[in-house]
């Protein structure tokens, strides 16, 4: 059996020792709930030499008294059983939502008196065709009576069949507001709908009039009759060049550690750790239906947690290796997510390419290594797709699909999304994801450097074009914007390690599906999230700075993460330094995302920049080395 890494993720046993432990030493009874419980990351420190010290197991918790809402953060050795912290949240702290109490709230909700009363008054009468879809707050949205306490609101919507889909028909103007520690309706808003509107929201072939499947599409199969080039040891994966740890929490999902590309003899580092660290998905309707519809998806809700199995055949095509995630429950049990994290080869097309006149042609193709996980938070779903090249690319990778918000209106369409079905509209929102990327260009001392395009406006043919580029050394500086009219990107350089031509090796973050926030600065979801004001953010490599939005969205009124730590303006030259890259999709809504989405695709790339000395692929072989005959 593969020994253990430090930072594989905790296993079954562990996620129970930790419950066991918090309930032993420190008081936690039945009427607790966990929110978390993690691994703690070993310090990098303690990674060096592991054969000889590997470093203790360190387990991360966070629970809450359900009976007085106070909440605790311990940290807990695996090794000794013993409580190494145990600290009191702060006023305004909550726990993230967990999947527990979505299923409690709608169980809660479907047998209170006064919601049966309210959908019987809309003629709906099957509590079974009713879904109530509990969602998370800002603290300022909450009514003022019930501030402090654990509080969510609800949308509620029902099914046309017990197998239609129910995000097609929204129940419009009733919102149930619920304590979630007692799981008590605190207030019912009930508005008066107008008349339903007839729509079509299926996207089950067979739940869909008239829809005759396409008829002219033949197999096409992918096979690697000598299997897949990559190697998978417990967590650690390599594949020709690369190699990296997988790693998967409940809050950022698929984490990639240690990540490596070997040139000429040596594994070189190209980053510490790759994950996503919040997710923003603020709608822009102010109608009463929306306007506190904001979601932190990693924050409040974990995409480890919302992460689901993935299938051979529809999610993965070819070779496909899997790993499964062990996750807990409110309650502190483990559970397992099958084949949560995919890893697989794909063909992409040519790589290089050139026709010399006398030699004729040479060309390479091009093969890439996937990792991937998808998420489904409620109604939508979140792919993200990790990829490796021959060339030492990264491109990373969220395609966005599933089921749009969508809302019925009376009279004249509301301006704040489009028509997309008979009286029915879907409001215009924004995705914005940060990734945070701890890259270590060939050891950890980098600087990053804004880089842009600078035209010479004089001289002879008024052609000239130089590049510039400026280090940032502050925090401050390393506040960053998009610029499309200066081609703007970001160089993380080691300028104490030089390539073949001389000059510092690099890694360059090439900023796609960079969006504005499109925000008034001082709007309660801005506050929360001022990660989401600029394109980068630059901070020194510190311990416990992992989430961007605060450690504690829920509920907050605050952004608690990146405007506070990088208010201190430290330094950020030659350093190891962490990138906060904000990306995502300003989601206009269109009738052709209705009744499901097709993937809207979005990506960033990671690009080496001077980091080889020339072109690195050109040792990928004109054809399949095993197979010269083909
Ligand atoms: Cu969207």
Known sequence: MTRRHPLDPLTADEIRATAAIVRSECGVTDRWRFASIDLKEPSRGSLSDIAQSP????????CWNRDDGAAFKGTLSLDSNSVLSWERLLPGEHPAMTPDEFHECDTALRNHPRVIEALAQRGVTDMDLVLFDTW?????????????????????????????????????????IVDLNTMELVELEDVEPGPPPHIMGEYDPKLVPGLKLRDDIKPLDITQRD?????????????????????????????????????????????????FAEMVVPYRDPTPDHYR??????????????????????????????????????????????????????????LWKHVDERTGAETRRMRRLVVSFHATVANYEYLVYWRFYQDGNIQCEVRATGIMVTTPFAGDPPPYGTVIDDRTYAPFHQHFIVARLDLDVDGERNTVYATEAAPVPDGRYRIALTQRATPLRSEREGVQDYDWGRQRGWKVVNDNVTNGLGTPVGYKLEPGAAIPPLLDADSPVVRRARAIEHTLWVTPYAEDERWPCGEFPNLSADDSGLPVWTARDREIENTDVVLWYVFGINHVTRPEDWPVMPVDTVSFWLKPFGFFDRNPALDVPGHDPAHPDV
């Open 136 to 176: 998370a707050y800002g603290a300022e949205l909450v009514p003022e009576a019930y501030r402090g306490r654990r509080i969510a609101w609800a949308d509620v919507w029902h099914r046309n069949s017990p197998e239609s889909n129910p995000y097609a028909n929204m129940v419009s103007g009733l919102h149930p």
């Open 55 to 62: 470093p203790g197991r360190v387990a991360e918790v966070v």
């Open 227 to 275: 299997g897949a080039s990559f190697t998978l040891d417990g967590n650690h994966l390599k594949w020709q060049k690369w190699a990296m740890r997988l790693g998967f929490n409940y809050r950022e999902g698929l984490v990639l550690h240690t990540l490596t590309y070997e040139d000429g003899g040596r594994q070189r580092n190209i980053a510490h750790r790759l994950s």
């Open 293 to 350: 519809r904001t979601a932190f998806d990693i924050g409040e809700w974990g995409l480890g947690l919302m992460t689901t199995s993935l299938e051979l055949g529809c999610d993965c095509l070819g070779e496909i290796a899997y790993l499964d995630a062990v996750l807990f429950d409110s309650h502190g049990e483990p559970y397992t997510i099958r084949n949560a994290i995919c890893i697989h080869e794909e063909d992409d097309g040519v």
